[in-house]
């Protein structure tokens, strides 16, 4: 029994895809979030530099006093994920696990897709996680960097984004996937044109959405779930930049009024290159 | 990287119904199983004795060398679970946690039923699980004694199974439940008995089949899953009564031939009563 917070760190405002089901799976528990905004996006940087963003972000949710660490991030989950759970007390989950096992889970043709940022798709970390629990499986790697910069500017249901989906994944015409996963926590926003334009019989998996399982169960394996009659302590969002844009995706997406408070740069030693 | 087994222990053959399972979401791991037919029943047995029971098979299977344990029976982990998490050097997984979150993610109208054996059920090991993540749901629990009966004397589709299910279950006629745990790792033979008497409106949750998922996400978590390059060694099954029963149910739930070894009471220092 802890009555602490989960800690969720992104990039941006992806990791509230991930938020978004802890709130419906675990609806007791208290939720700290922070988007790293004002760095975003983490895709095209080194994993050294995210690696480094990644610890500070850690560091920052560690102050708050937080029982366990979602990296909510498939670029930071790549980049950081041993460096991270080696370091810090608590448990350190990322989404890269939870997503490989639904993939191999849900495919029946073992022919399957992961679509995600340069870093993500860079690391090879998805194929590695599937290959290594089945050999057998053809994957497909595609990294789509125009998609972060759609959803962090809010355009994420527009004609513009259905055009950029649309021809960017038109890599996969001829790869026959019967399942793909979203390897970034940015990419539920734009399901729906990701649903549209792979067709209704390709299966898509939520890497975000399926770590809360994992949350769930490392809740109880640790005996660190929150006890039903403690109250709850309010959720906190936090980001690196000025909040007006993240509390309207945020307060959109979640459907709850967000009003997220600015981590600044200086009081958290981050630096802004 | 892990090569070493996964030990499941069960006190008969309702443990095979999570095996199933392993091999099915697991094909590369090593499974090392034993039942504990000689004294099944556990169901009627006290806390004390089935702790006593589930101490003597983990340590048989810790002499086999295994990396993780599955209490893969809901009356032995409702007794044991807690006390072989302290004592082993290696994650031990009981049944009840995961069959409690998939219910609690399935259900809609929040009125949970839970059917298990008598020892089960007297624990309230499901209520208190469902209940302290959700205190909003109503749990209607039933002790079935003579359930395992059925399924250890291979009788689990006979007419005499469909009698003594449809009056047992009539508990639940006016209890509106959408959802029912099958809450004893035998019960999953029972299957289409139980869903035929229940209505295909209720849906059943195997919790044997569950708590493959969390082992699937504690073997990543703690980074002990098998290498796939590394040769599968052969599956064991070790029971400790005669193994032709054994062999027989077996051999027709995991559809492979099963040649169960005897696991001889006075070399295991057991005590049959």
Chains 1, 2 share one sequence.
């Not at 610890?55 to 041993?82: G, H, P, R, S, Y």
């Not at 005996?223 to 690196?240: L, M």
């Not at 009003?259 to 802004?272: G, M, P, S």
Request: hydrophobic share 40%; glycine share 6%.
């Amino acid at each position: 029994m802890d009555n602490r917070a989960i800690g969720f760190m992104d990039s941006g405002v992806g990791g509230l895809t991930v938020v978004r089901e802890a709130l419906r799976q675990l609806p007791l528990e208290s939720i700290y979030f922070i988007g790293d905004q004002a760095r975003l996006p983490y895709g095209p940087r080194s994993s050294t530099e995210v690696r480094k963003f990644s610890e500070q972000m850690a560091t920052f949710l560690m102050k708050k006093d937080i029982k366990m660490l979602v990296i909510a991030c498939n670029t930071a989950t790549a980049a950081a994920l041993e460096d991270l759970k080696e370091k810090l007390p608590i448990p350190v989950i990322g989404v890269i696990s939870p997503g490989s096992r639904a993939a191999l889970k849900v495919t029946r043709n073992r022919r399957i897709g992961v679509i995600g940022t340069e870093g993500t798709i860079k690391s090879k970390a998805y194929e590695t996680a599937i290959l290594s629990k089945d050999s057998s499986v053809q994957v497909y790697s595609l990294a789509c960097p125009k998609f972060v910069p759609l959803v962090e500017s809010n355009e994420y249901d527009s004609p513009v984004a259905k055009k950029v989906v649309a021809e960017t994944l038109r890599y996969f015409e001829n790869k026959d996937v019967d399942t793909l996963v979203l390897g970034c926590t940015h990419y539920p926003l734009l399901r729906p044109i990701i649903q549209d334009v792979m067709g209704s019989q390709v299966k898509l998996i939520d890497s975000g959405a399926e770590t809360i399982g994992t949350v769930s169960a490392l809740l109880d394996y640790f005996d660190i779930a929150k006890n039903s009659n403690g109250e709850k302590s309010k959720d906190a969002y936090y980001t690196t930049a000025a909040p007006k844009s993240f509390n309207q995706i945020a307060s959109q997406w979640l459907q709850i009024k967000v009003a997220a408070q600015k981590a600044r740069i200086d009081q958290l030693h981050l630096e802004v290159n």
